[in-house]
């Protein structure tokens, strides 16, 4: 499927530093951020070009115009991918295209058109499973007394007691623990800080680990050695990757002969939990760092449940030959 013709597009390439691509993902102060936005950019070049090597990198972002990126729109749905995907991309795009209009390379007038598009509406369940106590139990089991298993369980522990995302945990320091108030201080989306509390024996598992990792400043989960030695970069230690940390939940989830689990099922399942607790939303929502109450709301599981109930009210008849 092709594009509306889209002028000049053997315009020489941009040079990086006024590239509208590398400027916008410099604006990211997260790496996962940056990584995330990355991949929908360079998807979206290749959506544009036909070519399964391009990168956002050096395309003429500046000549697109509304029926340009309403065709785009339309393209991305067409990928049989979530709302919640393609709108990702739709916002990688407004934002390329304001970078765009920031370096004086395209109109005001022209951004506003091209960057005015509604997002893709659906209605799904949360992805994902909950991971229920048992399996949480199974998983601090497999965690032996090595050091990486140490940190394992004290990984796990967190994991189920704040709702934390993976890049959120990989993104902790030492500094951001307060065991005074069982507290840690959290950079979620945006460079948006919250406070979340741990479980006393969440705790314990913590300063477990940290009688293993020591007071140097650095990152409060690193990832360990072989030999049992934590890596470190500069003198400080180096923090886990979302992909370190998704390893970590495989490798002990493994051990422990259950079924696969992500942190985002852990997230789900301590939503669900808050709110089975009867946590009001907006206690919640600032727990896990919603931006938007709907968004958590979806995770409540008493609906399904009322509705299950309803159903286990009706009695399928027994078994009677007409006669």
């Not at 500046?62 to 340009?68: A, G, I, S």
């Not at 500094?175 to 507290?183: I, L, T, V, W």
Request: charged share 25%.
């Amino acid at each position: 499927m092709s594009l509306p013709a889209v002028p000049d597009l053997a315009a020489p390439p941009v040079e990086p530093a006024r590239d509208p691509y590398h400027v916008y993902l410099d604006s990211l102060t997260s790496p996962e951020s940056r990584r995330t936005m990355r991949g929908c950019l360079d998807r979206l070049a290749r959506l544009l070009t036909g070519d399964e090597t391009a990168t956002g990198a050096g395309q003429p972002w500046h000549l697109l115009r509304y029926e340009h990126t309403v065709r785009i729109r339309t393209m991305l749905t067409e990928q049989g991918w979530s709302a919640a995907y393609v709108n990702k991309h739709i916002v990688a795009l407004r934002r390329v295209l304001k970078e765009a209009w920031r370096l004086g390379q395209t109109s005001a007038e022209d951004f506003a058109r091209a960057s005015d598009l509604a997002p893709v509406r659906q209605s799904r369940l949360p992805a994902g499973q909950h991971v229920p106590p048992e399996v949480v139990g199974a998983a601090l089991a497999a965690c032996d007394d090595s050091p990486a298993g140490i940190r394992d369980a004290a990984l796990i522990a967190v994991l189920y007691s704040t709702g934390c995302r993976r890049a959120e945990i990989g993104g902790l320091a030492l500094a951001d623990y307060d065991p005074g108030a069982r507290s840690l201080r959290v950079r979620g989306k945006r460079d948006k800080e919250r406070l979340v509390y741990l479980t006393a024996d969440a705790i314990g598992l913590v300063e477990r680990w940290l009688a293993v990792r020591g007071a140097t400043p650095g990152a409060l989960f690193s990832p360990v050695s072989r030999a049992g030695r934590i890596r470190v970069r500069d003198g400080r230690p180096v923090g886990l990757t979302g992909q370190g940390i998704a390893d970590v939940l495989a490798r002990r989830l493994g051990a422990a002969g259950v079924s696969r689990r992500t942190a985002h099922d852990f997230r789900r399942t301590f939503i669900g939990e808050l709110l089975d607790a009867g946590v009001d939303l907006a206690t919640a929502q600032a727990l896990v760092g919603h931006s938007s109450p709907a968004t958590t709301a979806r995770y409540d599981r008493r609906p399904e449940k009322t509705r299950r109930e309803a159903v286990d009210r009706i009695r399928l008849p027994a078994p009677r030959p007409l006669t």
